[in-house]
């Protein structure tokens, strides 16, 4: 039990374009998901908390209007790099919270954005 | 504040060694959780266990086990006979046990390299 997938796994994206990232808990439902940003042979870095219904709280420095995120349903939040840029180019990794486990977070594959 | 440190960046071992990978926490919170998660060289995050700071009893799952010590704030991670699929990214992370509480806050990881 308790899968998170996330779609695409990678993307390659030209400069100034808009790319969208989903993340879906696969067998529970999940009021809470979280997204990450990972740079090489580094932690996860926190972006945003995602509440089903209601507006993602952002981290300090993250930008709201860059990293659009909605959480529509139970099962599904989306994070949505707008203009993108080179230096936007990471590791983006998704979690959702498990409530039947205490509130573990289940994580995501992971997504490799490439921005040229 | 909370803060996990894993001191250890990278080790590197025979396979069969056992291993043990340090993590040491803090927090002011009479009551919280530690976990830990595994990331392969995939990216994806797999979570191995989690552990309420009132169960100070040590856990043992197959190879691995587990150390919880409240009076030194150390939450260790012992692999024994280690194998080459064991080799990845190892991640200690605490949590606050509080209504709404539910950010992870992670350590910089430890990078485990079992050689054949």
């Known amino acids: 039990g308790a899968v998170v997938s996330q779609h695409p796994s990678r993307v390659i994206c030209k400069s100034g374009t808009s790319v969208k990232i989903e993340c879906r808990s696969l067998?529970?439902?999940?009021?809470?998901m979280f997204w990450y940003r990972q740079f090489p042979k580094q932690s996860l870095m926190l972006m945003a908390t995602?509440?089903?219904?209601?507006?993602?709280?952002?981290e300090q420095g993250v930008e709201k209007d860059k990293f659009l995120i909605n959480h529509a349903s139970l099962t599904l939040s989306t994070l949505t790099v707008t203009s993108a840029h080179p230096e936007d180019s990471s590791f983006y990794i998704c979690?959702?919270?498990?409530?039947?486990?205490?509130?573990?977070?289940?994580f995501g594959p992971g997504t490799r954005l490439t921005v040229l | 504040a909370q803060k996990v440190t894993q001191a250890q960046t990278e080790i590197s071992v025979v396979e069969k060694e056992d291993v043990t990978l340090d993590c040491v926490y803090e927090?002011?919170?009479?009551?919280?959780?530690l976990f830990w998660y595994k990331q392969p060289p995939s990216g994806e995050l797999v979570f191995l266990i989690r552990?309420?700071?009132?169960?100070?009893q040590n856990e043992i799952s197959g190879r691995y086990s587990w150390n919880f010590q409240k009076s030194t704030s150390s939450f260790n991670f012992t692999i024994t006979a280690s194998q080459v699929v064991d080799s990845a990214v190892y991640f200690c992370?605490?949590?606050?046990?509080?209504?709404?509480?539910?950010?992870?806050?992670f350590g910089q990881g430890t990078r485990l390299t079992i050689n054949p």
């Open positions: 979690s959702a919270r498990e409530p039947a486990t205490g509130g573990t977070q289940y």
């Open positions: 992370a605490l949590r606050r046990n509080m209504e709404g509480a539910q950010k992870l806050v």
């Open positions: 995602s509440n089903e219904g209601s507006k993602a709280t952002y």
């Open positions: 067998d529970f439902q999940a009021t809470t």
């Open positions: 552990r309420n700071s009132f169960d100070e």
């Open positions: 927090t002011r919170d009479t009551t919280y959780y």
